[in-house]
């Protein structure tokens, strides 16, 4: 244990031997989208959170260029996504020729879902918005199941998920929920991989760290999918975890595993409080 | 476009091993001629065309950029580190409102970007900004 | 004709005679810049960009512009027109590999 501990300690340092604890540029910049939507970038931190008192969105650690990005929606490149996630919408799929807006015919009508997924269903099984649109794939539509993290669920995700832009994230964490999240909380403390770090390592005791030349945030999920210059595509939050998984040199869970479901519930419930984002745009 | 880590880290080596002179003179002949090429070789004054960079690149993949040069008939962008260091040409036509445009480009890691203005007269303006582009930290 | 490539364009739909917009324009595109190798086989994987965009208005020049592969994913360029009279605008772009993408835009005086 304390050999462990010092080994962690010794790797954090390491990696964060640049680390100014300076501001960057977009530190105090306010989320104005589209010049008419304000989000509330902090919140104070849910009452589950013994070790942080404000919750900030990734939008705050990014520099004022990548910030700009995500203030208006022509200029955020999300948006080309979730266009081709509106003709996926209406696209009939499946053996039962159905398309999405055949039950679903205003897609505003998932406004607010986003804020509440993952949650706990009829069946006492733990559910994503994934599950969720590849059950209606495969059981109603006659289609097949999208990829978890594929494409075509990443621009559906961001297309949902926008129809809740604005609104607080405020998952269910007790009743039934509880030992998902327990399970959740559990992996998010818990160190893996060769370098021995956790998930709570970075995000919760040095985040806006510089990890060289990276700007640490507290790792919410408020806007996922988000585009990432990186990659140039939206990037699901379980793609996210499994990134993470491979910094650190785990082996990741796989996507949609029960673990990362657990995983996807406990980070959104850090969140509890800050305003969905989705589709935002990160480094 | 995806550029994986080692290929991000080759590009940033790339830029790094510019520093020393003898690669360094080369990559810039190559940036040199492309800039004599649209010159024809004659003499650029600083000044009159403004380059709008970030300082910081938080990933090289997405650099936004704007030029701003009023009177020019077009304005090449030239990015000296990339291995191809050509980015782009505006030719600004008659119901352009203003010579400025913005785009987003890629730089293979932190050097000098350069915008040359060719002016309705003939004459060319330069403007220069250096990018640093951050490579490492959790891209994950 | 590339997979998924989709033209979106931002124009004001209405402007005083003679007065200036601004235009903003993005195409979805890989912009495959010739640089990177298929990691299974290890060849590079060619070159395959928009090399090329143009904005008319009414058949006038506002902006034409060369592309090279530094010009990311997703090409965007935003720029200034005048708008003399009603018209269209006219978006065209040129695929390395003979594909043109266009898109129109009608602005009325008002």
């Given at each position: 244990m304390g050999m462990n501990l010092f080994k962690t300690t010794a790797a954090v340092a390491a990696l964060a031997i640049?680390?100014?604890g300076a501001a960057q540029a977009g530190e105090d910049a306010k989320l104005v989208i589209n010049g008419d939507l304000s989000i509330a970038t902090q919140a104070a931190a849910p009452a589950h959170l013994e070790n942080l008192e404000t919750v900030y969105s990734g939008w705050v650690f990014r520099t004022k260029e990548t910030q700009a990005l995500e203030m208006d929606d022509f200029d955020n490149p999300s948006f080309v996504f979730v266009d081709v996630a509106l003709d996926l919408y209406a696209a009939v799929d499946g053996t039962?020729?159905?398309?999405?807006?055949?039950?679903?015919?205003?897609?505003?009508?998932?406004?607010?879902?986003t804020t509440s997924m993952p949650r706990v269903n009829a069946d006492g099984a733990l559910e994503t918005t994934t599950d969720l649109i590849n059950e209606c794939r495969t059981e109603r539509m006659g289609a097949k199941a999208w990829k978890y993290s594929g494409t075509d669920m990443s621009a559906m995700l961001s297309l949902v998920g926008l129809q809740s832009r604005g609104m607080p994230v405020n998952v269910a964490i007790d009743g039934a929920a509880a030992p998902y999240w327990d399970k959740g909380k559990e992996l998010y403390y818990t160190r893996v991989g060769q370098l021995d770090m956790s998930c709570s390592n970075c995000h919760e005791d040095n985040y806006n760290v510089m990890i060289r030349a990276d700007h640490l945030s507290q790792g919410q999920s408020n806007g996922f999918p988000t585009y990432r210059l990186k990659n140039a595509k939206m990037n699901t939050i379980q793609a996210r975890f499994k990134g993470c998984m491979k910094n650190i040199r785990a082996e990741p869970f796989g996507q949609g595993s029960d673990e990362f479901k657990a995983l996807e519930l406990y980070v959104a419930s850090r969140g509890n409080g800050l305003i969905v984002e989705t589709p935002s745009v990160r480094n | 476009m995806e550029f994986s880590r080692r290929e991000t880290i080759a590009l940033g080596l790339g830029a790094a091993a510019m520093t020393m002179l003898p690669i360094r003179a080369f990559a810039e002949a190559t940036a040199d001629e492309i800039v004599a090429d649209f010159t024809g070789g004659a003499s650029m004054s600083d000044g009159g065309v403004t380059l709008t960079t970030p300082e910081i690149a938080e990933n090289g993949n997405t650099v936004p950029i704007a030029v701003d040069a009023p009177g020019a008939v077009s304005v090449m962008i030239v990015a000296t580190g990339n291995p191809t260091p050509k980015v782009a040409v505006f030719n600004f036509g008659e119901?352009?409102?203003?010579?400025s445009a913005s785009t987003r480009i890629r730089l293979a890691g932190t050097q000098d970007v350069l915008a040359i203005a060719k002016m309705a007269d003939g004459s060319f303006l330069r403007a220069s900004s250096t990018v640093k582009v951050t490579i490492g930290g959790c891209g994950g | 004709m590339a997979k998924g490539v989709k033209p979106r364009v931002k124009v004001p739909k209405t402007a005083a005679a003679g007065s200036s917009i601004t235009i903003k324009t993005l195409i979805s595109h890989?912009?495959?810049?010739?640089?990177?190798?298929?990691?299974?086989?290890?060849e590079l994987i060619p070159r395959s960009i928009i090399n090329r965009f143009t904005c008319e208005f009414n058949g006038k020049s506002v902006i034409e512009i060369d592309i090279e592969p530094a010009v990311s994913t997703n090409p965007y360029f935003q720029f200034d027109a005048t708008v003399p009279e009603a018209g269209d605008f006219v978006f065209t772009w040129y695929d390395d590999d003979g594909s043109v993408y266009d898109a129109t835009k009608s602005v009325a005086i008002g």
């Open positions: 640049m680390a100014t039962e020729g159905k398309s999405c807006a055949s039950c679903h015919e205003n897609v505003e009508d998932f406004a607010g879902l | 119901l352009a409102a203003s010579q | 890989k912009m495959e810049s010739g640089q990177r190798k298929d990691k299974k086989t290890g």
